[in-house]
C-alpha cells in the first residue's frame, strides 16, 4: 500500500480509504507476504569473511594510491564508491581523507 501511494504522491490512509470507499478488496496480511521479492533478490552473492591480512593488503593499496584516490574524491566520486572499489569500510575511508586533510565534500 506505500509503495502504491508513494507512486500517486497521497498518504497510505488516503489511498486505503479510497480504496474502501470504491469497494476494492484488499489482501490479507499473511497474502501480501506472498508477494514480497525474495532475499535472493535483494541479496546477491555471499559474504565471504576476509582475514586481517586481507583488509590489511586492501588499506595499504588505498595509502599507496593516496594521490589518485584524493584526484578521484576531489573529482566527484563518493566515499561510498571509493569504499566497494577498494573492498574497504565507508568509515575507514572517511578517517583517511579527514587525516589526509582532505575537505569533505557535501552529500
Known sequence: MSRIAD???VTPRWLTLRLDEWGVPRRQR?????????????????M??????DVR??????VDQR???IARYRDGESVASLARSFNLSHSWIAERLTEWGVRRQDP
Open 57 to 62: 593488503a586492501a588499506q595499504a593499496e588505498f
Open 7 to 9: 507512486a500517486y504522491g
Open 67 to 69: 594521490t589518485d584516490v
Open 48 to 53: 565471504v569473511r576476509r582475514s586481517k591480512d
Open 30 to 46: 499473511h497474502e501480501a507476504h506472498l508477494h514480497r521479492r525474495s532475499a535472493q533478490r535483494v541479496f546477491r552473492g555471499r
